[in-house]
């Protein structure tokens, strides 16, 4: 018979293992399990929630086995946020700041403040604002281009192993206004025609950062 350590409780379903013969069975509705064992063999007792325990079986007479309970963990939800999502919400901090109203002042700002009307269009914060949702735009429209020009969609074509897949993708990435009106067609006759070129120049490596030396000043 199987109970929960320190209480009368009587655990079902928990699966008995003798660890000599591999043969399991699993305790019933009253925690009585029934298995075929010898002196000498070692039975494992397992259930979620519980920790596992093990005992060696000394002689033929029925015994009972505590398992100790687990400690339970709320459950947690661990959302990810998208980079788009995270620019969006940088956004908007600044638009919680009074400082900037999408690109322009509302027309209600210049009656109800006119030193805020005047901020949103000179002031500091303002003009880091206006330059970060130019980013933003930018950003999101080479978010576009990397769902579409993704590489695994582009190693499916191409078979290209990955030192080559990558001189590719930087050599032939396409443009926001060519990704725009992509049709999968479209996609596929791109990578396709690519590839072609690709080849025939011998397969270059691509453009790349140069190293930079860095040289340790001294005291």
Not at 13 to 25: G, H, P, Q, Y
Not at 85 to 90: F, H, K, S, T
Not at 100 to 105: A, P
Not at 116 to 131: D, M, P, S, V
Request: net charge neutral; proline share 3%; no cysteine.
């Amino acid at each position: 018979m199987v109970f929960e350590k320190g209480t009368s409780l009587r655990l079902p379903e928990v699966n008995v293992r003798n660890l000599r013969t591999n043969k399991s069975v699993v305790s019933n509705s009253f925690g009585v399990f029934v298995i075929e064992a010898s002196i000498g063999d070692s039975l494992s007792f397992s259930k979620i929630g519980y920790a596992e325990a093990k005992t060696l079986i000394s002689d033929l007479k029925d015994f009972y086995v505590e398992l100790q309970s687990g400690i339970r963990l709320e459950t947690v939800i661990i959302e990810r946020k998208t980079k788009e999502a995270e620019l969006n919400e940088a956004m908007r901090d600044y638009g919680k700041k009074g400082v900037y109203n999408g690109g322009s002042n509302k027309f209600g700002t210049y009656l109800a403040s006119p030193a805020t009307a005047l901020y949103n269009l000179f002031g500091r914060e303002a003009k880091n604002a206006k330059r970060f949702s130019r980013f933003l735009d930018s950003e999101k429209e080479q978010l576009q281009v990397d769902k579409v020009f993704s590489k695994d969609a582009v190693r499916e074509i191409t078979k290209l192993d990955d030192k080559d897949l990558d001189s590719f993708m930087r050599i032939y990435r396409p443009s926001p206004n060519m990704v725009a009106n992509w049709q999968h067609y479209d996609f596929l006759e791109y990578v396709q025609r690519s590839l072609a070129d690709f080849n025939k120049n011998g397969r270059p490596e691509g453009l790349t950062l140069p190293d930079i030396e860095v040289k340790t000043q001294e005291k």
